[in-house]
């Protein structure tokens, strides 16, 4: 199994351009859930999904879309790139339909311009 | 909603000594508590988790303990290593809920 697969590893954008992060997973997990990582701030839950087609909002959702069309992919989506945010994503899933025992990816370091 | 406080933000150990990180959690609904290790360049690793129904638990060299009562729990390192050098991360969440909350981190650095 490859786990959780992120690309791209970096990405350089312009204020107000837009772009995906992707995530896919091999482990047929039903959870998978989208953090972003600032400084001193530890990790926050951006967007989640239970399974297929269900998706729901975490603390930080505002200025990102997600949509889950099979089990593997969760891709999210910068509708119109801000500096604020400039930041570590991770994307991560679980067996069951909950946050326990994740597995995370790599991540994907953005910088917006 | 759920906030959880870590201490301390860094802690320095000489090899062999202990390590303890605790946090502090402010729902009382939340029972699952997990501790994640986080290397330079790398995503989050769990490490080790508790539930509200026990206080203890152990992995060799790593135990959590949890005060429901308190609202506290605890990430107990014994015997470090250099290799135990990283960021960890403690985080809360509800029983059948599905938002994990995370602390802000403990950078623990390890001298040999």
């Known amino acids: 199994n490859a786990g959780v697969t992120q690309t791209p590893k970096f990405q350089v954008l312009k204020t107000g351009q837009s772009m995906t992060l992707q995530c896919a997973q091999d482990m047929n997990h039903e959870y998978m859930s989208w953090y972003r990582q600032d400084p001193g701030m530890g990790l926050r839950l951006i967007h989640y999904s239970v399974g297929a087609g269900i998706t729901d909002q975490g603390e930080v959702p505002n200025g990102y879309n997600v949509s889950r069309s099979t089990t593997e992919d969760f891709p999210l989506r910068l509708l119109s790139a801000a500096p604020s945010q400039t930041s570590v994503y991770f994307c991560?899933?679980?067996?069951?339909?909950?946050?326990?025992?994740?597995?995370f990816g790599p991540g994907t370091r953005l910088l917006v311009l | 909603g759920e906030n959880v406080e870590q201490h301390p933000s860094t802690l320095s150990v000489q090899e062999g000594d202990s390590a303890v990180i605790k946090c502090t959690y402010s729902d009382s609904a939340s029972n699952y508590f997990p501790w994640y290790k986080q290397e330079l360049g790398k995503g989050p690793q769990l490490i080790i988790d508790?539930?509200?129904?026990?206080g203890e638990k152990k992995d060799q060299r790593i135990a959590v303990t949890l005060n429901k009562t308190a609202k506290h729990f605890s990430l107990h390192i014994t015997e470090t290593q250099p290799e135990d050098s990283a960021v960890y991360f403690c985080?809360?969440?509800?029983?059948?809920?599905?938002?994990?909350?995370f602390g802000a981190g403990t950078i623990l650095r390890v001298k040999s």
């Open positions: 508790i539930r509200s129904n026990v």
């Open positions: 991560a899933s679980s067996l069951d339909r909950g946050p326990e025992t994740q597995y």
């Open positions: 985080a809360a969440s509800m029983e059948y809920g599905n938002k994990l909350v």
